[in-house]
Protein backbone atom coordinates (compact mmCIF):
# COMPACT_ATOMS: atom_id res chain seq x y z
CA UNK A 1 0.00 0.00 0.00
CA UNK A 2 1.46 3.13 -0.91
CA UNK A 3 1.73 6.43 0.70
CA UNK A 4 0.62 9.47 -0.35
CA UNK A 5 1.59 13.33 1.02
CA UNK A 6 -1.68 15.16 1.73
CA UNK A 7 -3.25 17.38 -0.74
CA UNK A 8 -2.35 20.62 1.41
CA UNK A 9 1.21 19.22 2.50
CA UNK A 10 1.79 18.95 -1.43
CA UNK A 11 0.63 22.63 -2.55
CA UNK A 12 2.99 24.09 0.57
CA UNK A 13 6.26 21.48 -0.54
CA UNK A 14 5.04 23.29 -4.59
CA UNK A 15 5.83 26.58 -2.95
CA UNK A 16 8.86 25.59 -1.33
CA UNK A 17 10.48 24.37 -4.56
CA UNK A 18 9.98 27.37 -6.29
CA UNK A 19 11.67 29.11 -4.15
CA UNK A 20 14.58 26.69 -3.96
CA UNK A 21 14.69 27.19 -7.69
CA UNK A 22 15.39 30.81 -7.40
CA UNK A 23 18.57 30.23 -4.13
CA UNK A 24 21.29 31.58 -7.76
CA UNK A 25 18.83 34.73 -7.34
CA UNK A 26 16.67 35.13 -3.98
CA UNK A 27 13.86 37.14 -3.94
CA UNK A 28 14.95 40.07 -1.37
CA UNK A 29 11.56 42.23 -0.14
CA UNK A 30 11.96 43.11 3.43
CA UNK A 31 8.41 44.85 3.37
CA UNK A 32 6.96 42.08 2.89
CA UNK A 33 9.16 40.14 5.40
CA UNK A 34 8.60 42.71 8.35
CA UNK A 35 4.50 42.44 7.40
CA UNK A 36 4.96 38.33 7.60
CA UNK A 37 7.01 38.96 10.92
CA UNK A 38 4.51 40.92 12.46
CA UNK A 39 1.54 38.40 11.33
CA UNK A 40 3.47 35.72 13.43
CA UNK A 41 3.77 37.86 15.91
CA UNK A 42 0.53 38.87 15.93
CA UNK A 43 -1.06 35.54 15.62
CA UNK A 44 0.92 34.54 19.21
CA UNK A 45 -0.62 36.84 20.38
CA UNK A 46 2.36 39.16 20.99
CA UNK A 47 2.06 42.97 20.70
CA UNK A 48 4.09 44.50 17.40
CA UNK A 49 7.75 44.97 17.09
CA UNK A 50 10.57 46.86 15.52
CA UNK A 51 12.16 44.96 13.00
CA UNK A 52 15.53 45.63 11.73
CA UNK A 53 17.91 44.10 8.72
CA UNK A 54 20.78 43.05 9.54
CA UNK A 55 23.61 41.71 7.22
CA UNK A 56 25.90 40.15 9.60
CA UNK A 57 25.84 37.53 12.46
CA UNK A 58 28.17 38.67 15.14
CA UNK A 59 26.36 42.10 15.09
CA UNK A 60 23.04 40.01 15.55
CA UNK A 61 24.24 38.35 18.79
CA UNK A 62 25.96 41.01 20.26
CA UNK A 63 22.08 43.04 19.78
CA UNK A 64 20.38 39.63 21.37
CA UNK A 65 23.27 39.78 23.93
CA UNK A 66 22.53 42.98 25.06
CA UNK A 67 19.29 42.60 25.10
CA UNK A 68 18.82 39.90 27.21
CA UNK A 69 21.48 41.82 29.82
CA UNK A 70 18.67 44.69 29.47
CA UNK A 71 15.43 42.28 29.65
CA UNK A 72 17.55 40.10 32.57
CA UNK A 73 15.63 36.85 31.16
CA UNK A 74 16.98 33.58 29.51
CA UNK A 75 13.48 33.28 27.61
CA UNK A 76 11.60 36.24 26.45
CA UNK A 77 7.86 36.00 26.15
CA UNK A 78 7.99 34.73 22.16
CA UNK A 79 9.77 31.67 22.76
CA UNK A 80 7.55 31.41 26.02
CA UNK A 81 4.65 31.98 23.55
CA UNK A 82 6.29 29.76 20.73
CA UNK A 83 6.77 27.18 23.20
CA UNK A 84 3.41 26.71 24.92
CA UNK A 85 1.72 27.14 21.34
CA UNK A 86 3.80 24.31 20.13
CA UNK A 87 3.61 22.12 23.53
CA UNK A 88 -0.35 21.80 22.67
CA UNK A 89 -0.42 21.29 19.35
CA UNK A 90 2.01 17.83 20.52
CA UNK A 91 -0.40 17.08 23.08
CA UNK A 92 -2.53 16.76 20.00
CA UNK A 93 -0.23 14.79 17.60
CA UNK A 94 -1.09 11.25 16.47
CA UNK A 95 1.47 8.71 17.59
CA UNK A 96 2.78 8.38 14.21
CA UNK A 97 2.01 8.89 10.51
CA UNK A 98 3.96 7.60 7.70
CA UNK A 99 2.51 10.53 5.48
CA UNK A 100 3.83 12.60 8.14
CA UNK A 101 7.27 11.61 8.01
CA UNK A 102 6.77 11.61 4.10
CA UNK A 103 6.73 15.00 4.00
CA UNK A 104 9.17 16.04 6.31
CA UNK A 105 11.69 14.18 4.06
CA UNK A 106 10.65 15.71 1.11
CA UNK A 107 10.30 19.53 2.86
CA UNK A 108 14.04 18.97 4.00
CA UNK A 109 14.95 17.93 0.35
CA UNK A 110 13.15 20.67 -1.16
CA UNK A 111 14.46 23.67 0.64
CA UNK A 112 18.02 21.86 0.45
CA UNK A 113 17.98 22.34 4.62
CA UNK A 114 21.54 20.24 4.98
CA UNK A 115 23.17 22.72 2.87
CA UNK A 116 21.70 25.32 4.35
CA UNK A 117 23.00 24.00 7.57
CA UNK A 118 26.28 22.96 6.73
CA UNK A 119 26.95 27.33 5.69
CA UNK A 120 25.82 28.11 8.92
CA UNK A 121 29.21 26.64 9.73
CA UNK A 122 31.18 29.45 7.38
CA UNK A 123 29.75 32.58 9.55
CA UNK A 124 31.19 34.02 11.81
CA UNK A 125 28.69 34.46 15.22
CA UNK A 126 31.40 35.08 18.05
CA UNK A 127 30.51 38.95 19.00
CA UNK A 128 33.45 38.89 21.25
CA UNK A 129 36.08 37.50 19.27
CA UNK A 130 39.22 36.38 21.50
CA UNK A 131 37.24 37.16 24.76
CA UNK A 132 35.37 34.92 27.50
CA UNK A 133 32.27 36.27 28.39
CA UNK A 134 29.70 34.96 25.79
CA UNK A 135 29.60 31.55 27.69
CA UNK A 136 25.67 30.46 29.09
CA UNK A 137 24.18 33.87 27.58
CA UNK A 138 24.59 32.05 24.03
CA UNK A 139 22.19 29.68 24.41
CA UNK A 140 19.69 32.58 25.86
CA UNK A 141 20.82 33.89 21.80
CA UNK A 142 19.31 30.75 20.99
CA UNK A 143 16.01 30.82 22.21
CA UNK A 144 15.48 34.13 20.49
CA UNK A 145 16.42 32.68 17.20
CA UNK A 146 14.36 31.18 14.64
CA UNK A 147 15.73 29.12 11.53
CA UNK A 148 13.10 30.25 8.91
CA UNK A 149 14.11 26.78 7.00
CA UNK A 150 13.51 25.04 9.95
CA UNK A 151 10.56 26.92 10.74
CA UNK A 152 8.96 25.45 6.98
CA UNK A 153 9.87 22.58 7.09
CA UNK A 154 7.44 22.22 10.44
CA UNK A 155 4.81 23.81 8.35
CA UNK A 156 4.64 20.70 5.65
CA UNK A 157 5.50 18.12 8.77
CA UNK A 158 1.91 19.46 10.37
CA UNK A 159 -0.17 19.98 7.76
CA UNK A 160 0.16 15.95 6.81
CA UNK A 161 -1.20 15.54 10.29
CA UNK A 162 -4.42 12.62 9.54
CA UNK A 163 -6.30 14.92 11.96
CA UNK A 164 -6.15 18.32 12.05
CA UNK A 165 -7.80 19.65 15.75
CA UNK A 166 -8.06 22.63 16.96
CA UNK A 167 -4.29 22.98 18.55
CA UNK A 168 -2.76 21.92 15.24
CA UNK A 169 -4.66 24.21 13.16
CA UNK A 170 -3.49 27.53 15.33
CA UNK A 171 0.29 26.29 15.57
CA UNK A 172 0.25 25.79 11.72
CA UNK A 173 -1.80 29.07 11.49
CA UNK A 174 1.04 31.01 13.88
CA UNK A 175 3.77 29.54 11.60
CA UNK A 176 2.30 30.31 8.19
CA UNK A 177 3.40 33.97 7.93
CA UNK A 178 7.17 32.41 8.07
CA UNK A 179 6.30 30.64 5.17
CA UNK A 180 5.73 34.04 3.59
CA UNK A 181 8.90 35.49 4.97
CA UNK A 182 11.04 32.53 3.39
CA UNK A 183 9.28 33.39 0.17
CA UNK A 184 10.42 37.15 0.68
CA UNK A 185 13.98 36.02 1.32
CA UNK A 186 13.94 35.74 4.85
CA UNK A 187 16.25 33.13 6.49
CA UNK A 188 17.08 33.88 10.51
CA UNK A 189 15.50 36.17 12.63
CA UNK A 190 15.96 36.92 16.31
CA UNK A 191 13.09 38.43 18.55
CA UNK A 192 14.02 40.64 21.90
CA UNK A 193 11.69 42.63 23.98
CA UNK A 194 14.00 46.16 22.03
CA UNK A 195 13.07 44.83 18.76
CA UNK A 196 13.42 41.85 15.49
CA UNK A 197 16.29 41.37 14.05
CA UNK A 198 16.20 39.77 10.44
CA UNK A 199 18.73 38.56 8.48
CA UNK A 200 18.19 37.67 4.50
CA UNK A 201 19.57 34.52 2.80
CA UNK A 202 22.48 34.59 0.33
CA UNK A 203 22.30 33.96 -3.51
CA UNK A 204 23.74 30.39 -3.66
CA UNK A 205 25.20 28.63 -6.51
CA UNK A 206 24.94 24.52 -6.41
CA UNK A 207 25.39 21.27 -8.76
CA UNK A 208 24.64 18.11 -7.38
CA UNK A 209 23.67 19.73 -4.12
CA UNK A 210 27.26 20.95 -2.77
CA UNK A 211 28.35 24.58 -3.33
CA UNK A 212 30.12 24.99 -6.32
CA UNK A 213 30.50 27.79 -8.97
CA UNK A 214 32.97 27.79 -11.94
CA UNK A 215 33.01 31.02 -13.01
CA UNK A 216 32.20 33.07 -9.58
CA UNK A 217 31.40 33.16 -6.17
CA UNK A 218 28.93 29.98 -4.90
CA UNK A 219 28.08 32.61 -2.21
CA UNK A 220 26.83 36.14 -2.20
CA UNK A 221 25.69 37.48 1.12
CA UNK A 222 23.15 40.59 1.49
CA UNK A 223 25.73 42.81 2.52
CA UNK A 224 27.94 41.95 -1.22
CA UNK A 225 30.69 39.46 0.72
CA UNK A 226 31.10 36.79 -1.04
CA UNK A 227 32.47 33.18 -0.92
CA UNK A 228 33.88 30.47 -3.42
CA UNK A 229 33.24 27.34 -3.19
CA UNK A 230 34.46 24.10 -5.47
CA UNK A 231 32.05 21.10 -5.38
CA UNK A 232 31.26 21.63 -1.87
CA UNK A 233 34.84 22.90 -1.23
CA UNK A 234 35.61 26.43 0.06
CA UNK A 235 38.40 27.83 -1.55
CA UNK A 236 39.96 31.41 -2.58
CA UNK A 237 38.94 33.22 -5.76
CA UNK A 238 41.62 32.87 -7.43
CA UNK A 239 41.48 28.41 -7.46
CA UNK A 240 37.92 29.00 -9.17
CA UNK A 241 39.18 32.60 -11.16
CA UNK A 242 42.34 32.22 -11.90
CA UNK A 243 43.56 28.49 -11.60
CA UNK A 244 46.45 29.09 -14.02
CA UNK A 245 48.29 31.74 -11.69
CA UNK A 246 48.64 29.03 -8.81
CA UNK A 247 52.19 27.55 -8.37
CA UNK A 248 53.09 24.55 -7.47
CA UNK A 249 54.83 25.95 -4.18
CA UNK A 250 51.04 27.14 -3.36
CA UNK A 251 49.66 23.82 -3.85
CA UNK A 252 52.24 21.83 -1.84
CA UNK A 253 52.17 24.11 1.42
CA UNK A 254 48.39 24.15 1.75
CA UNK A 255 47.12 22.88 5.01
CA UNK A 256 43.85 21.57 4.16
CA UNK A 257 43.62 18.36 2.51
CA UNK A 258 40.64 19.08 0.83
CA UNK A 259 41.53 22.19 -0.25
CA UNK A 260 44.82 21.04 -1.61
CA UNK A 261 42.48 18.20 -3.71
CA UNK A 262 40.96 20.81 -4.92
CA UNK A 263 44.02 23.24 -6.06
CA UNK A 264 45.75 20.45 -7.59
CA UNK A 265 42.75 19.06 -10.14
CA UNK A 266 42.21 23.08 -11.05
CA UNK A 267 46.19 23.36 -11.47
CA UNK A 268 46.31 20.20 -13.22
CA UNK A 269 47.88 16.96 -11.66
CA UNK A 270 50.14 15.80 -14.68
CA UNK A 271 51.99 19.95 -14.32
CA UNK A 272 52.07 19.43 -10.45
CA UNK A 273 54.04 16.48 -11.05
CA UNK A 274 56.01 17.81 -13.20
CA UNK A 275 56.79 21.36 -11.61
CA UNK A 276 57.53 19.34 -8.33
CA UNK A 277 59.88 17.05 -9.44
CA UNK A 278 58.35 13.69 -8.54
CA UNK A 279 60.17 10.61 -7.87
CA UNK A 280 60.44 8.08 -11.04
CA UNK A 281 59.63 4.54 -9.20
CA UNK A 282 59.62 2.07 -11.67
CA UNK A 283 59.48 2.51 -15.69
CA UNK A 284 59.39 -0.25 -18.31
CA UNK A 285 58.14 -0.31 -21.55
CA UNK A 286 54.46 0.67 -20.81
CA UNK A 287 55.25 3.63 -19.06
CA UNK A 288 56.84 5.99 -16.36
CA UNK A 289 55.68 5.84 -12.84
CA UNK A 290 56.14 8.62 -10.72
CA UNK A 291 55.57 9.58 -7.16
CA UNK A 292 54.86 12.07 -4.83
CA UNK A 293 54.38 12.09 -1.24
CA UNK A 294 51.81 15.35 -0.33
CA UNK A 295 51.97 16.02 3.70
CA UNK A 296 48.72 15.12 5.23
CA UNK A 297 47.22 13.42 2.58
CA UNK A 298 48.23 10.05 0.46
CA UNK A 299 50.61 10.22 -2.04
CA UNK A 300 50.28 11.54 -5.71
CA UNK A 301 50.94 9.11 -7.96
CA UNK A 302 50.78 9.38 -11.68
CA UNK A 303 51.99 7.19 -14.79
CA UNK A 304 53.26 8.35 -18.05
CA UNK A 305 52.49 6.81 -21.16
CA UNK A 306 52.74 7.01 -24.73
CA UNK A 307 50.25 7.30 -27.56
CA UNK A 308 50.36 4.15 -29.10
CA UNK A 309 49.44 6.27 -32.35
CA UNK A 310 52.57 8.02 -34.03
CA UNK A 311 51.73 11.80 -35.08
CA UNK A 312 52.33 12.83 -38.47
CA UNK A 313 56.25 14.21 -37.72
CA UNK A 314 56.43 10.54 -36.10
CA UNK A 315 56.39 11.46 -32.57
CA UNK A 316 54.45 10.08 -29.42
CA UNK A 317 51.91 12.14 -27.70
CA UNK A 318 52.60 11.79 -23.87
CA UNK A 319 49.72 11.08 -21.20
CA UNK A 320 49.55 11.24 -17.50
CA UNK A 321 47.27 9.34 -15.94
CA UNK A 322 46.55 9.55 -12.09
CA UNK A 323 46.58 5.96 -10.39
CA UNK A 324 46.31 4.99 -6.86
CA UNK A 325 49.31 5.86 -4.52
CA UNK A 326 49.16 1.46 -3.93
CA UNK A 327 50.62 0.36 -7.58
CA UNK A 328 54.50 -0.48 -7.89
CA UNK A 329 54.97 -0.41 -10.88
CA UNK A 330 54.40 0.98 -14.24
CA UNK A 331 53.06 -2.03 -15.77
CA UNK A 332 50.61 -1.81 -12.83
CA UNK A 333 49.41 1.14 -13.19
CA UNK A 334 48.58 0.76 -16.83
CA UNK A 335 46.80 -2.33 -16.21
CA UNK A 336 44.97 -0.16 -13.26
CA UNK A 337 43.71 2.51 -16.25
CA UNK A 338 42.10 -0.35 -17.92
CA UNK A 339 40.29 -2.16 -15.05
CA UNK A 340 43.02 -4.90 -15.13
CA UNK A 341 45.70 -6.63 -13.23
CA UNK A 342 49.14 -6.55 -14.08
CA UNK A 343 49.68 -9.97 -15.33
CA UNK A 344 46.15 -9.46 -17.56
CA UNK A 345 47.35 -6.77 -19.52
CA UNK A 346 49.53 -6.86 -22.57
CA UNK A 347 49.82 -3.80 -24.86
CA UNK A 348 50.67 -5.94 -27.57
CA UNK A 349 46.38 -7.08 -27.73
CA UNK A 350 45.19 -2.99 -27.27
CA UNK A 351 42.00 -2.30 -29.82
Same mark, same amino acid.
Given at each position: ?5 P ?7 E????V ?9 D ?13 R??L /?PC??R??S???S ?9 LD ?8 R???R?A @?HQ?W ?5 W?TA???A??R???A ?11 F??TD ?17 A ?25 R ?8 L ?13 H??V???L??A??T? @?HQ ?5 G?A?V?P?G ?5 W?G ?8 L??LD?TA??I???? @?A ?6 L ?6 RF ?6 R ?6 T???Y??E??? /? ?7 V ?6 P????RA ?8 V ?6 V?W ?7 DY ?6
Amino acid at each position: MSVAVPARAERLIERLERVAARDHEPRADPVEVERAIQEHLRRLGL /DPCPVRFVSDLPSARKSVFDAVLDADAWIGPWRAAWREA @NHQAWLARAPWSTARRLAEVRARRAVAIRMWQWLQGFLPTDPFPGERGWGGFGWAAGQACCDVLDAVVEIVTWSSEPDISAPIDRWISILSPLLEAFEAGLWLFWVTHRDVLAFLRPAVRTE @NHQLHCDDGPAVVWPDGYSQYFWRGVRVSEKVVLRPLDLTAREIASEG @NAEVRRVMLERYGPARFIQDTGARLVHSDETGELYRLELER /DEALCMVRVLDATPQPDGSRRAYWLRVPPTVQTAREAVAWTFGLEAEDYRPATET
